[in-house]
C-alpha cells in the first residue's frame, strides 16, 4: 500500500504540474470524489465563465470503459482540452470443476476434457486513451476519442474505439448501436454475460434527443458475417450494411431508462451447385433496462431475440452461426433462430463499495434437421456471476468474481465450469 500511496502522489504531482502550466484563462474543476466526470471552465473575451461539460456528457457508460481522464491539456484560449487517461487491470484467474478454453469466461468453450482445473493471469484489458474535446461554432461539441487494449495477437496493442462525434453523428469505429451499454451488468469477466449482445463495428450513427427523457438512434454499420459452409456453399462479400435502431426513455436524472431496439441484416452467400449469388434477411429485437430502486439497488436486464445476429450474442458469436448450410437442400443456406438474455442487481453497500449477481442464458435453436446434422453442436449455454468491488481509493479498485458455467450440446451432452476471478485496477 506503501509504494501505491507513492504512485498516487506521483501521479497527483504530474497533474497538478499539468494544471499550473495551463493560461490563466483556463482552470480545471477535475476533482469530484472517485473516478467522476470532468468539468472545464474557460472564460470567453468578456471574461465570462463558460463551462464545456463535454467530458462529462460523453462518458461512456460500460463498466469496462475508461472514466474520465486524470491529465488534461489545453489549447491557448481554453476552447479545446486532449484528454489523456486510461487504467492498468492486473486478473487472476483460477478454474475448477472444468475450465474454459479463454481468459475470457465464455460458456460456449468449456472444455469436455481434462485437466479440470486450470490457473491463469491477465493483464490485456489493461486500456490507454486519448480523448479531444471543444465547441464549435457551426458542428457544436466536437469529440474524438481514440482508444485500445492489449489483446491483439502476441499481447500487441489492439484498437478498440476511434471516432469522431459532432451534432449527434459518430463516425469510425465503436461498439455497435445494437446494444444497450449502460444497461451491462459489472463484472471483473471481460466478456460479461453469455447472452448479452456485445460486438464492434465501423460505423456511421445518428443520434437525437425526442423530448423529455425520449431519445432514438439508427446507423449504418459494416457488416461482419460469421457464417460455416460446405462443398456446396461460400460466404464472401457483402452487399448491403447492417441497419440497427432503438428508441430510448430516461428518467430519475438518467439512472434509469428503458430501451427498445432492432436490426436488419442482409446476408449474401454463393450457391455453389447453381453458382447464383443470393441473400438471406437476419434480423433482431432487443428490450433492455436499468432501474435504480431507492439509493442502494439497481436492477438490470435484457432479452434479445432473432435470426443470424449470431456475431451480435456474446457466447453465441464463438460458433460461426450467423448463416449456415442448410441439410435439406444441396447449395442452400439458412439462419437460425436464436436468443439471450440475462438480469441482475446491483446493491451498494457505501459510495465505495458495491456487489452484484447476474444470471445470462444464450440459445441456439435448429430448423431444417440441422440438429440431426450437427448433434454436437452448442445448443444452450447458462452463466451465473457474483462480485464485489471495493474502491480502496478513487483510482484503485479491487474486486473478487465468482463464476459458474453450463454448455450443454444438441445431443444432450452437457459440461460445466467454475471461475474465480480476482483483480486490481489502477485507474489514470
Known sequence: MKNMKSVFKI???????????????AQALIEEEGPGPVIFISRDKNGKEEIINIFKETQRPHFHDPGAP????????????????????????YDFGGIVDNVDFYPALISNG??????????????LFLKLVGKTRNLG??????????????KTFELQNAYVQFLGMTLGYDTGTFMDLAAGPPTIDFAGPCGMTFYRSTLIRYEHTLGKGLSAGIALEMPDIDGSTNHYTSVNHQRLPDIPAYVQYGWDKGKSHVRLGGIYRNITYTDLVQDKTKSLTGWGLQASTIVAIGQPLQFFGQYTYGKGIGALINDISNLNVDIVPNTEVEGKMQVLPMSGWYAG????????IFASATYSQSRLCSKHNYQEAYPEQYKQGQYLVANVFWNVIPNLQLGAEYLHGWRKDFDKESNKANRINLSAKFSF
Not at 484528454?83 to 492498468?88: C, N, P
Open 11 to 25: 501521479a497527483l504531482f504530474a497533474w497538478c504540474a499539468i494544471a499550473y502550466s495551463m493560461p490563466s484563462s
Open 70 to 93: 486524470r491529465f488534461l491539456l489545453t489549447d491557448k484560449e481554453g476552447k479545446w482540452a486532449l484528454g489523456i487517461g486510461g487504467y492498468v487491470q492486473a486478473k487472476a484467474e
Open 114 to 127: 481434462k485437466p479440470r482445473n486450470q490457473f491463469q493471469m491477465d493483464i490485456t484489458t489493461s486500456t
Open 141 to 154: 461539441n466536437f469529440v474524438v476519442y481514440t482508444a485500445g487494449n492489449w489483446r491483439g495477437d502476441g
Open 345 to 352: 442487481l446491483q446493491y451498494n453497500f457505501a459510495p465505495n
